[in-house]
């Protein structure tokens, strides 16, 4: 048996985890043959396959990226993308695709399925938004490097007596905003699931200089002021529909100096968050989910996707997967208010 493994959307640490995972108990108990798709799915439209082997992917468990490549492609909106795509599997005699990717990608594999295409899904993003998994790989590291910025942050700040807005990663869901606004002690957390009141922000933000401590702001890329404008430094689209997210933590730090007459000034993590070497907890998930997918395709079992619900790895129908995106809920958010301000 052939299987092809593609990663699809936006890197994320613990991506080269999965692949080698995948290969290795492909490789090793079931005598399974393996490709790579390069760049996602543009290598699955333009006949772009490597082979994979064990040792191709030795020594890229700690290695952030993809080995594979990856590009926010999507099929769909390709002339014949569908026929283009089963040309490609056969072509390659591909019996089988482990597709790892994010609510776009997952999106895209759940047609492809329904078309006759045999896949099994892995969920991975640092933003934490796929339907069906307590967490997704990437996440864990994005919190670390977004919380460890904070720290830093924190010292700068009290040195000048200045707000300082943090802009992290997050489009529809406030995941890690909350997680690393709270490990990191921030004033102010501002997520897309909650529009906030800039009054009420530059509010917390002067009780925070009353006391002569100086204000942190953590906002999530998607975030929305009460008005619902969401402010764009850019009006461009991907291929899948979605705007080039950044300019929120601008403008909010524009709008509290002006508002408190204390300087105000934005850090944009932006894709460092994405960027170096897996946090252990995602080599240990990723790993994980490469050996459940493997399972997968060894029994026949298509259209799903392998979630970890608890401590044990399921399996979900991909459409189930991938019919919502995952958000905070308000009750979590609320329970944090007490540090806010």
């Not at 492809?112 to 967490?135: A, C, E």
């Not at 040195?159 to 300082?164: D, E, G, W």
């Not at 919502?324 to 009750?331: A, L, Y």
Request: a negative charge; one cysteine or more.
């Amino acid at each position: 048996m052939k299987v092809g493994v593609l990663t699809g959307g936006g890197d994320c640490p613990g991506l080269n985890a999965v692949i080698r995972s995948v290969v290795r108990k492909g490789v090793q108990q079931y005598g399974f043959e393996f490709v790579g798709l390069r760049d996602g799915w543009l290598g699955a439209l333009q006949g772009n396959v490597v082979p994979l082997d064990i040792s191709s992917v030795r020594g890229i468990l700690p290695r952030g990226g993809t080995i594979l490549g990856s590009s926010r492609t999507n099929p769909l909106k390709h002339e014949d993308g569908l026929r283009r795509i089963q040309e490609t599997l056969a072509a390659h005699e591909v019996d089988a695709l482990v597709v790892i990717g994010g609510e776009d990608t997952l999106g895209v594999a759940t047609e492809l399925s329904r078309q006759g295409i045999n896949l099994v899904g892995v969920p991975k993003t640092i933003d934490n938004d796929v339907s069906g998994t307590d967490v997704t790989f990437g996440f864990n590291t994005a919190v670390g490097i977004a919380t460890e910025a904070i720290d830093r942050l924190h010292t700068t700040a009290e040195s000048h007596m200045r707000t300082l807005v943090v802009e992290v990663m997050g489009r529809h869901s406030g995941w890690i905003a909350l997680h690393a606004g709270v490990a990191g002690g921030a004033n102010v957390i501002l997520i897309p699931e909650r529009p906030f009141d800039i009054d009420q922000v530059c509010e917390q933000v002067k009780s925070r200089f009353k006391i002569n401590y100086a204000p942190i702001v953590v906002v999530a890329e998607g975030a929305v002021p009460e008005e619902g404008r969401m402010i764009l430094k850019d009006q461009t689209l991907d291929e899948f529909g979605h705007v080039r997210l950044s300019g929120i933590g601008e403008w909010l730090a524009q709008e509290i100096a002006q508002r408190t007459g204390k300087d105000a000034r934005t850090t944009v993590l932006g894709h460092i968050q994405r960027g170096g070497t897996p946090s252990p907890f995602d080599r240990w998930l990723a790993t994980r989910f490469g050996l459940h997918a493997v399972d997968a395709v060894k029994d026949g079992d298509y259209g799903v996707m392998v979630a970890l619900q608890a401590t044990q790895i399921v399996r979900l129908p991909l459409a189930e997967a991938t019919a919502t995106t995952k958000k905070v809920d308000p009750s979590l958010y609320d329970e944090f208010e007490v540090f806010f301000g």
